[in-house]
């Protein structure tokens, strides 16, 4: 049974910084990319950040670059992390991870669409006031 458990949203002030993090269980955690996506209210869901199964390529919407940094923990913890700096208030969203259904090595836009993700966490509220 794969498991995808998100943590580390809340309320920050524009500009501050929050960690996501996302704990899998269920699969060889290092096999699989991994990916973050948010979704406002009345809006679709979104990608952000994607990671390759060794963490040495990563990806970003342009809206997140220079901000957000998506980093892996292929050893005991099996977990992906989301470090969100410099926090606006239109970051404000539910963010989830997901597990791929193919993991790419060199293929960025794969990563991008939703619906090439299987499982899905549970989601984490960010709330960003201005």
């Known amino acids: 049974q794969v498991q995808l458990v998100e943590s580390g949203g809340g309320l920050v002030q524009a500009g501050g910084s929050l960690r996501l993090s996302c704990a899998a269980s269920?699969?060889?955690?290092?096999?699989?990319?991994m990916g973050w996506f948010r979704q406002a209210p009345g809006k679709e869901r979104e990608f952000v950040a994607a990671?390759?199964?060794?963490?040495?390529?990563?990806?970003y919407v342009d809206a997140v670059k220079g901000r957000f940094t998506i980093s892996r923990d292929n050893n005991a913890m099996n977990t992906v992390y989301l470090h969100m700096n410099s926090l606006k208030p239109e970051d404000t969203a539910v963010y989830y991870c997901?597990?791929?259904?193919?993991?790419?090595?060199?293929?960025?836009?794969?990563?991008?669409?939703?619906?090439?993700?299987?499982?899905w966490g549970q989601g984490t509220q960010v709330t960003v006031s201005s």
């Open positions: 997901a597990i791929p259904k193919f993991s790419p090595d060199n293929s960025g836009s794969y990563y991008y669409r939703p619906y090439n993700y299987d499982y």
């Open positions: 990671i390759s199964r060794s963490g040495s390529s990563t990806y």
């Open positions: 269920g699969r060889t955690f290092r096999n699989y990319g």
